[in-house]
């Protein structure tokens, strides 16, 4: 700004492949990528394991929207399942609203050199009929040539079945859940299936129940039981995460009964009498995530080797087991890891760290044991890039609460701005992994600072808790008590103090500013305004979520009206600037609408600017640089700098 008024914005959309969605099979890795980015089209590509200069082949020839919008939210569009020496491609194309799929086998070895390493055994068919709904992509295929899954019609979700060796039929119904449902798995013979559900008024990593199923051989459920044990579920709310066969009669997942999501490993021998096989407490240790999509992945592989992602304060372990034995624990230079899978020796994943924009990591063990993940990784670091530190202060009720701090590049100013970030969800967290918006910030000469607020998923299920009723309270409360402290410490300037704040984090951040004066301004993106809005009018998966964060509606209605920033935004008088995309599902851009001229009208400086072809959250590179360009100018007037 002082130096260089010039915007440069750092873009972490590469051209190269995107490799979104990444699965391995055998000696194959599949993943999607974009076709034509105008078309909105898309297409699933192959090429051959650890072998990154190989040129993709591009398997799904027609043109298709793959896209999982299961729950409002979605998650991963296709699934590569091996079956009877076949590779059956099953995907989720929005175009048609159907299920389709192909079968591939694995080229002969000279077909390689052009880019073939898989022959088509029969081409793709629209395996449904479209339907007015959703499919999730964690399907199971039996002996019997029946495709299992769960699809959501009419605001319910449905165990269904399919026969793959007929087109554009009618999805069979064979359970109807009582309300969400969800991580359908199996073991390797498929005749046991297990998922999670739940119902009305949680959300899946407040409670939810572990159920399985005995199918028979005409596809039906003949028995039907649900987990239950009094070590862990039987007098208490626990959530399951990741239910994970790894063998005929084994599954792997992740309860928090101990406060933590820790290892539980079960013997299925007999449904009727579910046996835990092996139980790992440990605490500061999060063997899973609040399940926003679905088909997250932390535990991958088999009985024999099977791997798990664990999140251990503020880094990310990979540990090996044997026969349920520990045997190995990698340390890895990731905040954040995603598409984690495992065939045989063979561990894929996409890493993300404080200063790499994430990078495909191909590791086979068979070949190279580690004792480090970083042996095995090239990492083109980011060159002037500030790195976050972990600070720890006092919050809401004097509780310790986590944050980042990232450092100005550069001295433009005698103290540095500080902009205080509020994550979204709330039930998410910041976790260190490089953020171009905070690196251009810094590389201004602004202090940035990430609060994970009470609320934040990574620090065990209390600290998840401590926004139970209070949101709008606490997480508002720990963002101002972090500006403060790092006023008292002579760290930024006390007259410059911004803070932003997306979807939900745009309610922490628009309620900073109607009390105290710490916050100068406030940048908000596609932000909740209305908690009555909110209450009738959010997508299924979210209905409930209100009655945790803020309580009952019908009896805790004061506390909807008065968290709500719509109807306090004429009580504030401080610059705010606000965005949002006009095809917005989560939070209609209308409530931002309706206080735009309010907040022109007495707030110098303030803006709102609408985006006709954006969602909730942006999309289009230029839409993210017309963002910046006008927080730069916003910023530029509101702090006299």
Known sequence: MSNNDNLKVVQTQSKKKAFKELTVIR?????????????????????????????????????????????????????????????????????????????????????????????????????????????????????????????????????????????????????????????????????????????????????????????????????????????????????????????????VCSEDSSGWWNLLFLDVSEIENILIKKRIERNLIEYGIPQWVSGITFFAGAIKNLFCIAKKENSLIVEQYIDLVLVKEFSTPFTSISDFSVFGNKVLLKGYGPDFLGIVLEIDFAKKVLSNFSDQIYIDHIENSSKPETFWFKGFEDKITHSFLYKPLVDNFIKPPLLIRAHSGPTSAFDGSYNSEVQYWSSKGFFVAEVNYGGSSGFGKSYRDRLNLKWGIVDSYDCKALAIELIKSDLVDSEKVVIFGNSAGGLTALNCLLYGSIFTAAICKYPVLDLKDMHYNTHRFEKDYLNYLVGNYEKNLGDYINRSPINNIYKIKKPILLFHGKKDKVISYKQTLKIQEILIKNNKYSEVMFFENEGHGFKNIETKELVMQKSQEFLKNALNI
């Open 27 to 251: 000696d194959i890795i599949f993943w999607i990528d974009v076709v034509d980015e105008n078309q909105n089209e898309n297409a699933i590509f192959a090429r051959p394991f650890n072998c990154k200069d190989a040129l993709p082949q591009k398997l799904t020839s027609k043109k298709y929207k793959i896209k999982n919008n299961f729950h409002g939210y979605g998650g991963k569009s296709y699934r590569c399942i091996e079956f009877k020496n076949n590779f059956y491609l099953i995907w989720i194309d929005q175009l048609t609203k159907a299920l389709w799929f192909q079968i591939f086998i694995e080229a002969a070895s000279n077909d390689r050199g052009q880019n073939k390493y898989l022959d088509s055994v029969q081409e793709s068919r629209q395996l449904s009929k479209s339907i007015e709904g959703n499919f999730d992509s964690s399907f199971v295929i039996a002996e019997n040539f029946f495709l299992y899954g769960i699809c959501e019609i009419n605001n319910r979700d449905y165990l269904f079945s399919l026969n793959l060796k007929k087109t554009k039929q009618d999805i069979h119904r064979i359970k109807k859940f009582k309300n969400f449902a969800a991580e359908l798995s199996s073991n390797t013979s498929s005749n046991l299936l297990s998922w999670i559900e739940w119902d009305s008024p949680y959300m899946p990593w407040e409670k939810n129940d572990l159920f399985f199923a005995q199918i028979d051989i005409d596809g039906e459920i003949k028995k039907l039981k649900k987990f239950s044990n009094k070590l862990i579920n039987a007098k208490k709310n626990v959530s399951f995460f990741q239910p994970y066969w790894i063998s005929e009669t084994l599954l």
